[in-house]
């Protein structure tokens, strides 16, 4: 079974008396494992897919299963738990806790998931060495720099063991050469951890990392491209 | 236990914010507790001072009612010792004594002044402001002794251990002239008070103004002034059995009581202002600073945080900062009120009007400051806890939009 199926999604905008139609009848799935790449010009609808996918935002119409099932049917604190323990989320402006130094960031998830002190610290201990910021635990975020922070981001949608990442273009307020190394760090945990991740970029050089690559047009998919050779 | 963590961290970071509200608080719970205090006083220098002077409850002749003067020696008490045995057995009366008013003229050397004479006993538990407000020599002890207060004492020339005759038309209408020695001079907080009463032994009024075993007024003090309407009703065939009746201190004071109950009502509608004033202002801090915070909020919510944990970080922002303003409004608060209540604020001749005396008191009172304090941590959490509302219903997707 796909971790991901989405059926004829449609999803409309009402502004005034204008509608304005953002996904217009998008199906795919994603699979467990992959490292999934949505692209596409600006106002594309890539921003208004992933929430969807990510049950931050409703589809107007179609459906949406996760591992099967249907998240229109999830209760409020269902969708909560959804978003706790099976999905990370990383922001293109990484939308970390200000008051909270980097460790706490991270650790922030697991204690919502009232896991157990010790084991906190490990897993958060392994993520921040993961992530490269060892030095930077005890820092607060805004002592770091943009590609640092997203990092920080990344070990924070990761901690709780993710059945799915989504990144709404993780790397847009980066420069490219960080960008890059956040994608290669992105890369290199879904093939380390078996992480599924699904992201939206203007990287072009997003084709050496994804698996597939789906392009956005108008809210529908324009075409879709295997990365056979990746490594 | 980090939710509470990041909303302490919140209000450290954003101290100006946090510094508003409790701010709004301390200045609202100082306000209730300096008003309260204020009228606590009042009700304080009511049952104390003016029922002090007029006991909760007064005996005299069923007749005395229908004298021709307030100061007429009609309608006296017979054997006042029937009367104040009978009251001091019952156990809610705490103290009962006899005593004698009446309109004199004092005389000395050549100057002369029409008073009100008081007849009570040297251990009288009545006219507490006088025995304490003693300038010069001491309280009646003996016969002949007379207290007269500062002002009269200035206005005659004369001094402790002179003597003055006082002039007086006796029960059964005749003049006689009585000489007395002043004992002390006394000076009370009430400039009316000191112009008009003189004070003797109980036992020289009976002597002077002739009313051999006999006395005006009968005051008593019973344990709860509550109970007085009740004792009254009680013990009326008796009191009406022996020619006399029981007035409690509602009768005495009836006007007094209507504006003490005026005070309450009044000091209702001071802290309802308050509170509607501190809840606005309160309330829309609290609001602006959630405001500022909602990409904040959405991004804790997208990473799996449910709704009631948002509201309770947003409320546990609202009860810290509350019981801060509060604890702040109890340091500043209190000893404010402590302090105005040593001297009170003197409000001048006006207050005296009112016959408690030109200081406005003031007193501590322990429900006040507690209903203040509360009231400010209430006033705090209720606005965290719209704050927590108004946030929690907009959506996810919203809040994350605004970061
Ligand atoms: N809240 C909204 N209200 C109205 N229109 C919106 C809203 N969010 C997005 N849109 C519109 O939907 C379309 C897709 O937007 P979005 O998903 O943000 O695209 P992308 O992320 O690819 O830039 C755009 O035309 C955008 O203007
Ligand atoms: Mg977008």
Request: aromatic residues 10%; glycine residues 8%.
């Given at each position: 079974?796909?971790?991901?199926?989405?059926?004829?999604?449609?999803?409309?905008?009402?502004?005034?008396?204008?509608?304005?139609?953002?996904?217009?009848?998008?199906?795919?799935?994603?699979?467990?494992?992959?490292?999934?790449?949505?692209?596409?010009?600006?106002?594309?609808?890539?921003?208004?897919?992933?929430?969807?996918?990510?049950?931050?935002?409703?589809?107007?119409?179609?459906?949406?299963?996760?591992?099967?099932?249907?998240?229109?049917?999830?209760?409020?604190?269902?969708?909560?738990?959804?978003?706790?323990?099976?999905?990370?989320?990383?922001?293109?402006?990484?939308?970390?806790?200000?008051?909270?130094?980097?460790?706490?960031?991270?650790?922030?998830?697991?204690?919502?998931?009232?896991?157990?002190?010790?084991?906190?610290?490990?897993?958060?201990?392994?993520?921040?060495?993961?992530?490269?910021?060892?030095?930077?635990?005890?820092?607060?975020?805004?002592?770091?720099?943009?590609?640092?922070?997203?990092?920080?981001?990344?070990?924070?949608?990761?901690?709780?063991?993710?059945?799915?990442?989504?990144?709404?273009?993780?790397?847009?307020?980066?420069?490219?050469?960080?960008?890059?190394?956040?994608?290669?760090?992105?890369?290199?945990?879904?093939?380390?951890?078996?992480?599924?991740?699904?992201?939206?970029?203007?990287?072009?050089?997003?084709?050496?990392?994804?698996?597939?690559?789906?392009?956005?047009?108008?809210?529908?998919?324009?075409?879709?491209?295997?990365?056979?050779?990746?490594? | 236990?980090?939710?509470?963590?990041?909303?302490?961290?919140?209000?450290?970071?954003?101290?100006?914010?946090?510094?508003?509200?409790?701010?709004?608080?301390?200045?609202?719970?100082?306000?209730?507790?300096?008003?309260?205090?204020?009228?606590?006083?009042?009700?304080?220098?009511?049952?104390?001072?003016?029922?002090?002077e007029?006991?909760?409850?007064?005996?005299?002749?069923?007749?005395?009612?229908?004298?021709?003067?307030?100061?007429?020696?009609?309608?006296?008490?017979?054997?006042?010792?029937?009367?104040?045995?009978?009251?001091?057995?019952?156990?809610?009366?705490?103290?009962?004594?006899?005593i004698i008013h009446f309109?004199t003229k004092i005389l000395y050397k050549g100057k002369n002044l029409f008073i009100l004479g008081q007849g009570v006993h040297p251990d009288t538990a009545y006219y507490g402001k006088v025995r304490s407000g003693i300038v010069e020599g001491g309280f009646l002890s003996s016969n002949e002794d007379i207290l007269i207060s500062s002002r009269i004492a200035e206005l005659l020339g004369c001094s402790p251990g002179e003597y003055l005759h006082l002039a007086v038309?006796?029960?059964?209408?005749?003049?006689?002239y009585q000489d007395y020695r002043v004992k002390g001079i006394f000076k009370t907080d009430s400039r009316e008070f000191d112009d008009y009463n003189i004070f003797i032994t109980h036992a020289d009024a009976q002597e002077t103004?002739?009313?051999?075993?006999?006395?005006?007024?009968?005051?008593?003090?019973?344990?709860?002034?509550?109970?007085?309407?009740?004792?009254?009703?009680?013990?009326?065939?008796?009191?009406?059995?022996?020619?006399?009746?029981?007035?409690?201190?509602?009768?005495?004071?009836?006007?007094?009581?209507?504006?003490?109950?005026?005070?309450?009502?009044?000091?209702?509608?001071?802290?309802?202002?308050?509170?509607?004033?501190?809840?606005?202002?309160?309330?829309?801090?609290?609001?602006?600073?959630?405001?500022?915070?909602?990409?904040?909020?959405?991004?804790?919510?997208?990473?799996?945080?449910?709704?009631?944990?948002?509201?309770?970080?947003?409320?546990?922002?609202?009860?810290?900062?509350?019981?801060?303003?509060?604890?702040?409004?109890?340091?500043?608060?209190?000893?404010?009120?402590?302090?105005?209540?040593?001297?009170?604020?003197?409000?001048?001749?006006?207050?005296?009007?009112?016959?408690?005396?030109?200081?406005?008191?003031?007193?501590?009172?322990?429900?006040?400051?507690?209903?203040?304090?509360?009231?400010?941590?209430?006033?705090?959490?209720?606005?965290?806890?719209?704050?927590?509302?108004?946030?929690?219903?907009?959506?996810?997707?919203?809040?994350?939009?605004?970061?």
């Open positions: 079974m796909a971790l991901i199926s989405m059926n004829n999604i449609n999803k409309d905008y009402t502004l005034g008396k204008t509608t304005i139609h953002a996904i217009k009848g998008v199906s795919f799935e994603i699979d467990r494992g992959e490292f999934l790449s949505v692209v596409g010009p600006s106002g594309c609808g890539k921003t208004t897919l992933l929430n969807i996918i990510g049950c931050i935002d409703k589809p107007t119409e179609g459906t949406v299963l996760f591992e099967g099932t249907d998240i229109a049917t999830l209760s409020d604190n269902m969708e909560s738990e959804l978003r706790l323990k099976k999905i990370g989320f990383i922001f293109q402006s990484f939308n970390l806790i200000p008051v909270l130094n980097i460790f706490e960031n991270i650790e922030l998830p697991l204690i919502v998931g009232k896991v157990p002190k010790s084991e906190r610290k490990k897993r958060v201990a392994y993520l921040v060495k993961a992530v490269g910021l060892e030095e930077f635990a005890a820092h607060k975020p805004d002592e770091l720099s943009g590609g640092q922070r997203q990092r920080v981001a990344i070990a924070r949608a990761l901690v709780n063991k993710p059945d799915l990442v989504i990144a709404d273009e993780p790397t847009a307020n980066l420069d490219s050469v960080t960008g890059n190394t956040v994608l290669e760090l992105m890369e290199k945990l879904n093939r380390e951890e078996k992480v599924t991740f699904i992201f939206s970029t203007h990287n072009p050089e997003v084709m050496k990392y994804a698996h597939r690559i789906i392009h956005l047009k108008d809210g529908t998919i324009s075409e879709v491209k295997s990365n056979g050779g990746r490594p | 236990m980090t939710f509470l963590k990041i909303a302490f961290l919140n209000m450290i970071k954003h101290p100006k914010r946090s510094f508003l509200v409790i701010f709004v608080v301390m200045v609202s719970v100082v306000a209730m507790i300096f008003i309260g205090g204020m009228f606590e006083g009042m009700r304080t220098r009511f049952y104390e001072t003016l029922l002090q007029s006991g909760h409850l007064q005996v005299h002749n069923v007749a005395y009612k229908n004298r021709k003067e307030p100061e007429s020696l009609q309608h006296t008490l017979e054997d006042p010792q029937q009367f104040t045995g009978y009251l001091t057995s019952q156990v809610e009366i705490m103290h009962a004594e006899a309109g038309d006796r029960s059964y209408g005749s003049p006689y103004l002739y009313l051999p075993d006999q006395t005006i007024k009968i005051r008593a003090n019973i344990s709860d002034p509550a109970l007085t309407e009740e004792f009254k009703k009680k013990h009326q065939s008796w009191f009406s059995a022996h020619h006399a009746e029981i007035e409690t201190w509602k009768d005495i004071h009836g006007s007094f009581v209507v504006l003490i109950e005026l005070f309450d009502f009044f000091m209702l509608f001071m802290n309802i202002f308050i509170l509607v004033v501190a809840a606005t202002v309160i309330t829309n801090t609290i609001l602006m600073s959630v405001f500022e915070r909602i990409g904040e909020f959405g991004t804790l919510r997208s990473i799996g945080l449910k709704k009631h944990h948002i509201f309770s970080m947003i409320l546990s922002e609202g009860v810290c900062q509350g019981i801060a303003g509060g604890i702040l409004g109890l340091a500043f608060g209190i000893p404010l009120l402590l302090w105005v209540s040593q001297t009170g604020i003197d409000m001048g001749e006006a207050a005296d009007a009112m016959k408690m005396g030109s200081t406005f008191p003031f007193a501590f009172s322990f429900s006040n400051t507690l209903a203040a304090f509360l009231f400010g941590i209430g006033v705090s959490v209720a606005g965290s806890v719209y704050a927590g509302f108004v946030n929690i219903r907009l959506k996810l997707i919203d809040t994350l939009r605004a970061s």
